[in-house]
């Protein structure tokens, strides 16, 4: 799978999480609440609901596993729960320090995509791919930010129903744009990256923050399915102003660097545009 084909299923599942948001939140009275337990209600639903979508797109639509796409989801959704509900407290705070408006709005989406981002630390537990992905969400937040306050001000005399309808656009818009800023942040900043040549995962391009594992284990962040390939498989990381390969001590399997087999345990430096074979699936390195 292309990195654009990548970057629009996480903008389709990002804008899922926002209607599915809108419509949860939209459930509960929070008119009557007082204005910062609505504001902590409101963030922590609409994070938990985005959080989840755009975390699971990557189980559901590229590695093609239910299981993991409910896994990372819950994840996701928990991170967001809290990024949302803290970010929308900020935000919020930053909402009527600033009155709103086109400084305003889009500074409180910033807030919320950004934490929304940096929760893929729970997921991935990768501090430089978390850090990436926050920086996505930020970008995604304002983005949104924009599109939803230009949106309501064209719409600005509309009947009250129809401003209902108005904000889960809105929050559709946003929802898209965070979920597809973070992926594609994340493609930008990657020193390096993985294309599979031939296999069952042909085509498919992960990109390389500082360590990517590969394996038949749908938890690896290069899934391959092929035969000869072990559970956990071998890890690709940064070393010495560049990458390395190592076939990892436990793998039942082989690896290759060129013409040049791995033993395990065993590692070897990584040159842009090397090709890797690792069971039945051949890889090509690109380091940047």
């Given amino acids: 799978m292309s990195k654009?084909?990548?970057v629009y299923y996480s903008a389709v599942f990002g804008a899922l999480g926002g209607l599915a948001g809108w419509w949860a939140v939209g459930s509960f009275a929070t008119q009557a609440w007082g204005v910062w337990a609505a504001a902590l209600f409101v963030g922590a639903g609409l994070g938990a609901a985005m959080g989840a979508l755009v975390a699971?797109?990557?189980?559901?639509?590229?590695?093609?596993k239910p299981l993991r796409a409910v896994r990372d989801g819950l994840l996701g959704g928990l991170s967001g729960l809290l990024a949302g509900a803290v970010g929308m407290v900020l935000a919020q705070a930053a909402f009527l320090a600033l009155s709103g408006g086109w400084v305003g709005r889009p500074l409180s989406w910033m807030l919320l995509g950004a934490l929304i981002g940096a929760g893929d630390m729970l997921v991935s537990r990768r501090p430089q791919r978390a850090?990436?992905?926050?920086?996505?969400?930020?970008?995604?937040?304002?983005?949104?930010?924009?599109?939803?306050e230009g949106l309501t001000r064209v719409f600005l005399a509309v009947s009250?129903?129809?401003q209902v309808w108005l904000g889960g656009v809105g929050l559709v818009i946003v929802g898209?744009?965070?979920?597809?800023?973070?992926?594609?942040?994340?493609?930008?900043?990657?020193?390096?990256?993985?294309?599979?040549?031939?296999?069952?995962?042909?085509?498919?391009?992960r990109e390389v923050s500082d360590t990517a594992t590969i394996g038949r284990y749908d938890g690896n962040d290069l899934y391959l399915p092929d035969a000869g390939v072990a559970w956990r498989h071998a890890v690709v990381r940064r070393a010495d102003g560049g990458f390395e390969l190592e076939l990892l001590p436990n793998a039942d399997?082989?690896?290759?660097?060129?013409?040049?087999?791995?033993s395990p345990g065993e590692r070897r430096p990584l040159r842009s545009g090397d090709r890797i074979?690792?069971?039945g699936a051949?890889?090509?390195?690109?380091?940047?």
């Avoid at 850090?131 to 939803?148: I, M, R, V």
Wanted: hydrophobic share 45%.
């Fill in 277 to 279: 074979q690792i069971g």
């Fill in 160 to 162: 009250g129903p129809a």
């Fill in 56 to 64: 699971a797109s990557d189980g559901a639509m590229i590695k093609r």
């Fill in 176 to 205: 898209a744009c965070v979920g597809a800023l973070i992926p594609l942040a994340r493609q930008a900043f990657a020193r390096g990256e993985l294309r599979v040549l031939s296999g069952e995962q042909t085509g498919l391009v």
């Fill in 253 to 262: 399997g082989t690896a290759r660097v060129g013409q040049q087999p791995l």
């Fill in 131 to 148: 850090a990436y992905a926050a920086l996505g969400g930020l970008a995604g937040g304002l983005l949104g930010g924009l599109l939803y």
């Fill in 282 to 288: 051949e890889l090509e390195f690109t380091g940047r």
């Fill in 4 to 6: 654009a084909l990548q």
